[in-house]
């Protein structure tokens, strides 16, 4: 038995604690307790696909920033590669002509034709990031020409070597390069532009 004040009358009412009132009231509590953890699952289940979906926005974003960074890396070594290529092409044609030019010429009359090789690629490429990715083997038989060529001329200048004599080791130097460089530079800048391809970006 419970009782229960009335405010109008200034009365205690008594009434008696049914079975039946008793689970009502458990029931009211239960639903209640149900409501607030419903409640708090949504909330925690709303946290989570929050963070979810943050983690794999920021995943997909750095995907994307590396694969524009590899993009761009491989288009600066393509074109780089291509006009070191283009540049030795050039220096070749401008061996060829110079042999001719000092065909049968004497010591003094030499001095008359220079062999000014282009340098412009080559010089630049030391302050090119992209200069180290070049492959070693290329690298180094670029510079190795330069060298050999720059030394060939200079002693045929200086009448160190013959003009026939010396002309025979630049046109040696000259079907090397042809032969056996520009094709493994053609090589390479080929894979190149067939990855950018693959990835809808075009190079001339």
């Keep these: 038995m419970m009782s229960t004040r009335d405010p109008l009358m200034n009365t205690r009412q008594a009434y008696e604690v049914t079975p039946e009132r008793k689970i009502r009231k458990k029931i ?15 909330q925690i289940s ?15 974003g750095l995907q994307q920033a590396v694969m524009f960074e590899q993009i761009q890396s491989d288009k600066n070594n393509y ?12 220096n070749l044609q401008l061996i060829r002509d110079y042999t001719e030019q000092i ?7 030499i001095k ?23 492959p070693p083997s290329l690298l180094s038989a ?14 045929i200048y200086s009448s160190f070597y013959h003009s026939t004599y010396g002309s025979k080791l630049l046109l040696e130097l000259v079907e090397q390069m042809e032969t056996d460089v520009l094709p493994k530079f053609a090589a390479d ?3 190149l532009k067939l990855m950018l391809a693959q990835q809808n970006i075009e190079v001339e």
């Design 142 to 155: 670029s510079r190795q020409f330069y060298r050999q060529a720059n030394d060939i001329y200079q002693k």
């Design 46 to 60: 709303m946290i989570i696909a929050t963070v979810l979906g943050v983690y794999l926005a920021a995943q997909q």
């Design 112 to 134: 008359r034709y220079p062999l000014q090789l282009d340098t412009f690629v080559w010089e630049s490429m030391k302050y090119s990031p992209a200069t180290l990715e070049t």
């Design 189 to 191: 800048t080929d894979k």
């Design 103 to 109: 065909k049968g010429a004497g010591a003094h009359t």
């Design 28 to 42: 009211a509590l239960q639903q209640g307790e149900i409501s607030n953890l419903s409640f708090w699952i949504s």
């Design 79 to 90: 074109y780089l590669r291509t006009s070191l290529q283009q540049e030795l092409t050039d």
